[in-house]
């Protein structure tokens, strides 16, 4: 008698932590800043129609029982696989996933990762992508066998049953009222990318709107060159998280200085972006169109099309258009799209110095060879220079060390061994980034005000916008889409008019963005005009 007690006990607890694992495996939480998860005790209404059909088809389900166990197990795994990607993306990256359009950037993205990485994490990284799903797959097979067993068990069936059944209750009533804690089916995840996947196939061959007027006479800027430089992930938490805008004051306190005693002046505002943690051409295609383009498949329409942008304003005043792309691996189809006059990918820049990372060129490097290339020449048009840096990207480190010699830079040893190893020592610590990005963003500050100390003695307006916030794991939940724009110029004239327009003096914006992105655009060149 004692020993049937303690067997039916035994299978009480093991229904009981049968049951647990399953719910808590569609209910975790993302436990902010980290990949890891938590618990906070919701329920689960999947667990709770899967368990009430088996109740309800038990026998059906005891004559295939090896079958019904494998494909079960194999659909749960499936189902957390979802919830782990649904939780934990946004937590990180600050976004949703849409699958058609980020699955394509999957390797992209892990390589640019693994780079900078220790070799024992990688393999530590791949081994777990690999064992994981099959040790979930073992484990919530002995978890619904447990279940299995159980609806077996006439007396045991009725009270699952009746248990599901008032669970799949309540989940309807808190529709109406809050009267149980729920986490939202993982089925709706896949029904969601469903839908994403089904309006990207039936938009195709939609039209966009018509362009913005895009023009001006540059009176303002009497020929003076124009540097458009995207910072990347340049975004307003650098100055909305106390710990970040304290580090990084010493860094703006330096390039306010280079900017004033090289007799020029700054205003500066918020913006915001169409992106957020990553797809950084949707910002640059949004400011240069003058269209917003919050979506790749918008992307893709645009450029089909023929359109004037900033860089055709500019080509036609007499300006000579240039694209810096240090990121650049590949070809560019929509250089022909922006009517770019050149482009300087990777290859062209010919960088043959040290490599930092996936990013294997330093932004002080596209500045030099920008400037020894195109701005060194005193016969020659103004030039419009379009140029998304590349060393405050994800994951931030390790961070090329600032060359007080720039023309250095164009040798093929820029570095000091001492100092590239130095740079290197500084790995990304993978569950804080917020260290790291600072370090990047006050390289990057330092680069800025280094060439405008290098070329004092020439009038130029420097744009210096950020392309979109870092991912979520550096800006935290619910940050806002918000980025900075710097405006430098020689001119005090050309910057008033953005005063008009809600921009401040100075370094420091004010709290509110003044403008989608797109919009931007338009009001530099209205300013510019004379």
Not at 123 to 138: D, E, K, Q, S, T
Not at 220 to 247: C, N, Q, T
Not at 335 to 363: K, V
């Amino acid at each position: 008698m004692t020993e049937l007690s303690n067997r039916k006990a035994a299978g009480t607890l093991a229904l009981a932590a049968a049951l647990l694992l399953l719910n808590v495996s569609l209910t975790f939480r993302n436990l902010w800043p980290t990949p890891a998860i938590t618990w906070t005790g919701n329920l689960s209404v999947e667990l709770a129609a899967c368990v009430l059909g088996l109740a309800l088809f038990s026998r059906a389900a005891e004559a295939h029982a090896r079958s019904v166990l494998r494909w079960l197990s194999a659909a749960w795994v499936v189902l957390v696989l979802g919830r782990y990607a649904d939780v934990t993306a946004p937590a990180l990256y600050g976004r949703p996933i849409n699958l058609y359009w980020d699955g394509r950037r999957l390797s992209a993205v892990a390589a640019m990762l693994a780079r900078p990485a220790a070799w024992w994490i990688v393999i530590v990284v791949v081994a777990a992508a690999i064992l994981i799903p099959l040790l979930l797959h073992r484990l919530f097979r002995w978890a619904l066998a447990r279940v299995l067993d159980a609806v077996r068990v006439p007396g045991t069936r009725r009270v699952l049953a009746a248990a599901s059944c008032l669970v799949v209750v309540l989940f309807a009533a808190q529709r109406v009222l809050p009267v149980a804690a729920f986490t939202a089916p993982v089925t709706e995840v896949y029904a969601r990318q469903a839908r994403l996947l089904a309006s990207e196939l039936t938009s195709r061959g939609r039209t966009i709107g018509p362009s913005p007027a895009l023009d001006s006479n540059f009176g303002r800027l009497h020929g003076a060159d124009v540097l458009l430089i995207f910072v990347e992930s340049y975004g307003a938490v650098s100055y909305d998280r106390p710990e970040f805008a304290s580090a990084l004051a010493d860094a703006r306190s330096q390039l306010d200085a280079d900017i004033r005693d090289t007799g020029r002046h700054v205003v500066s505002a918020f913006v915001q972006s169409p992106t957020f943690g990553g797809n950084s051409w949707l910002a640059h295609i949004s400011f240069l169109s003058g269209l917003e383009v919050r979506d790749e498949d918008t992307s893709v329409v645009l450029m089909t099309e023929r359109r004037d942008t900033l860089v055709t304003a500019f080509s036609r005043r007499g300006y000579r258009t240039v694209a810096i792309m240090p990121g650049l691996q590949e070809d560019w189809p929509e250089g022909a799209f922006y009517q770019f006059a050149d482009i300087y990918g990777e290859q062209r820049l010919d960088y043959r110095g040290q490599s930092f990372g996936w990013w294997t060129i330093p932004d002080q490097f596209s500045i030099a060879k920008l400037d020894a290339q195109e701005l060194s020449g005193r016969d020659r048009a103004p030039v419009f220079a379009f140029f998304p840096t590349t060393s405050t990207h994800t994951p931030f480190s390790p961070t090329a060390p600032y060359q007080h010699d720039w023309a250095r830079m164009l040798t093929d040893e820029p570095y000091d061994d001492l100092a590239y190893r130095q740079a290197w020592l500084d790995t990304p610590d993978w569950m804080n980034l917020g260290p790291s990005y600072v370090h990047a963003l006050a390289y990057a500050f330092r680069c800025f005000g280094g060439y405008l100390r290098l070329r004092a003695d020439r009038p130029l307006v420097m744009i210096l916008i950020g392309d979109h916030q870092p991912p979520a794991v550096v800006s935290g939940e619910g940050a806002r889409w918000d980025v900075p724009i710097h405006v430098i110029a020689s001119d005090p004239a050309v910057l008033e008019p953005l005063i008009a327009r809600g921009f401040r003096h100075g370094l420091t914006p004010a709290p509110q963005a003044i403008a989608p992105m797109h919009t931007v655009g338009p009001i530099l060149l209205a300013a510019f005009g004379g």
